[in-house]
């Protein structure tokens, strides 16, 4: 197969051909930006494979853990069903020296039948072994914004793969109204698509009544408090939120996201797995500052506790959506179960 031209690109750029990526044997996304790099992964893995294949020709590795052999023997392996064998090295900065010295020099002469992701916060170009990497690969860089033009140009994008428009002036209000961080921007269009009811086009009134002025997430706080099970905080929190018009339906999907995550940590513990390991190389969704808060917390409920919790996640977003009580006791109800 013929080795398809290099690109290096900044991750905005790489947004706007994600349907028409091309080929390479290897693709490198780097950078301090960890919800960037996340979704890039994400397009690259649904671009070239499908989730029919996944257990047979993706293979997810991690730079702490595994060796540069652990990558090219799988590399070199013929693909069992789907075009490419796909071989992600999470974590690549962490590799031993020898290791990346092994998959520079693979990087010279790569498989036409695989793909090799790896993801890094950093990389040393300065070093001969990075370096040659990435002068083999296809690169992506995730920078963290640093000022609102940045977050307009990636909400230009995600308006266009959510078939959604917004007009200049609730651009640049939204642009301008959040802090500097892709993880809360996303957050926050997610919740004003919710309150819009999904509408084709969202207004600046749209996002004056939807966006926090203040530029407070409340509910990473009320995730805290009932991680914590304050039930008295946490009652607190939520009717504060409601009183600022925030979407109890929103509320309700940021909840379970969160207790699905407790629900990894307790799943992966009775598998025999330690904290420093599931911190490690399974809680990627999580920022590295805020691990330890969660596997502290996650210890408050057993797994029989969470599977109570999703059960009552789910009557709450029915509720919600179908009785015409209150959400404001809907709401205090679920908290009051959740922490007794």
């Given at each position: 197969?013929?080795?398809?031209?290099?690109?290096?690109l900044?991750?905005?750029?790489?947004?706007?051909?994600?349907?028409?990526?091309r080929y390479?044997?290897?693709?490198?996304?780097?950078?301090?930006?960890?919800?960037l790099?996340?979704?890039?992964?994400?397009?690259?893995?649904k671009h070239?494979?499908?989730?029919?294949?996944?257990?047979?020709?993706?293979?997810?590795l991690?730079?702490?853990?595994?060796?540069?052999?652990d990558?090219?023997?799988n590399?070199?392996?013929t693909?069992?069903?789907?075009?490419?064998?796909?071989?992600?090295?999470?974590?690549?900065?962490?590799?031993?020296?020898?290791?990346k010295?092994q998959i520079?020099?693979?990087?010279?002469?790569?498989?036409?039948?695989?793909?090799?992701?790896a993801?890094?916060e950093?990389?040393?170009?300065?070093?001969?072994?990075?370096?040659?990497?990435?002068?083999n690969?296809?690169?992506?860089?995730?920078?963290?914004?640093?000022s609102?033009?940045?977050?307009n140009?990636?909400?230009?994008?995600e308006?266009?793969?959510?078939?959604?428009t917004?007009?200049?002036?609730?651009?640049?209000?939204?642009?301008?109204?959040?802090?500097?961080?892709?993880?809360?921007?996303?957050?926050?269009?997610?919740?004003?698509?919710?309150?819009?009811?999904?509408?084709?086009r969202?207004?600046?009134?749209?996002?004056?009544?939807?966006?926090?002025?203040?530029?407070?997430?409340?509910?990473?706080?009320?995730?805290?408090?009932?991680?914590?099970?304050?039930?008295?905080?946490?009652?607190?929190?939520s009717?504060?939120?409601?009183?600022?018009?925030?979407?109890?339906?929103?509320?309700?999907?940021?909840?379970?996201?969160?207790?699905?995550?407790?629900?990894?940590?307790?799943?992966?513990?009775?598998?025999?797995l330690s904290?420093?390991?599931?911190?490690?190389?399974?809680?990627?969704?999580v920022?590295?500052?805020?691990?330890?808060?969660?596997?502290?917390?996650?210890?408050?409920?057993s797994l029989?506790?969470?599977r109570?919790?999703?059960?009552?996640?789910l009557?709450?977003?029915i509720?919600l959506?179908?009785?015409?009580?209150?959400?404001?006791?809907?709401?205090?109800?679920?908290?009051?179960?959740?922490?007794?």
């Open positions: 197969m013929e080795r398809k031209k290099l690109q290096h900044k991750h905005y750029e790489f947004l706007k051909i994600q349907n028409d990526i390479c044997p290897i693709f490198m996304i780097y950078g301090e930006e960890y919800y790099r996340e979704k890039v992964l994400s397009i690259l893995l070239f494979s499908s989730s029919l294949e996944d257990d047979f020709d993706k293979v997810t991690y730079g702490e853990n595994n060796t540069a052999s990558a090219i023997e590399l070199e392996m693909p069992f069903l789907s075009q490419y064998k796909i071989v992600v090295m999470r974590n690549f900065n962490k590799l031993k020296t020898e290791d010295n520079a020099d693979y990087a010279k002469n790569p498989s036409s039948s695989s793909i090799f992701i993801v890094t950093k990389i040393d170009k300065r070093k001969k072994a990075e370096k040659t990497i990435f002068q690969s296809t690169t992506i860089e995730c920078k963290k914004p640093y609102s033009k940045d977050i140009l990636w909400l230009k994008n308006l266009f793969t959510k078939n959604k917004m007009a200049y002036d609730a651009m640049h209000l939204f642009s301008t109204s959040i802090d500097l961080d892709f993880m809360l921007a996303s957050n926050e269009l997610e919740k004003l698509i919710i309150y819009t009811n999904d509408a084709d969202i207004t600046k009134e749209d996002v004056q009544a939807c966006v926090s002025s203040s530029k407070i997430n409340k509910i990473f706080d009320l995730q805290n408090s009932l991680g914590n099970r304050d039930i008295k905080k946490s009652l607190m929190i009717e504060n939120m409601l009183e600022n018009n925030e979407s109890s339906i929103f509320f309700v999907v940021m909840l379970t996201r969160y207790f699905t995550i407790l629900w990894k940590i307790q799943s992966l513990r009775k598998q025999g904290d420093s390991e599931i911190s490690n190389s399974h809680l990627n969704e920022f590295y500052s805020f691990r330890s808060d969660y596997l502290s917390q996650a210890r408050n409920f029989n506790k969470l109570e919790i999703f059960a009552l996640l009557q709450a977003d509720d959506k179908s009785i015409s009580i209150n959400e404001n006791i809907i709401l205090e109800l679920l908290i009051y179960k959740i922490c007794k």
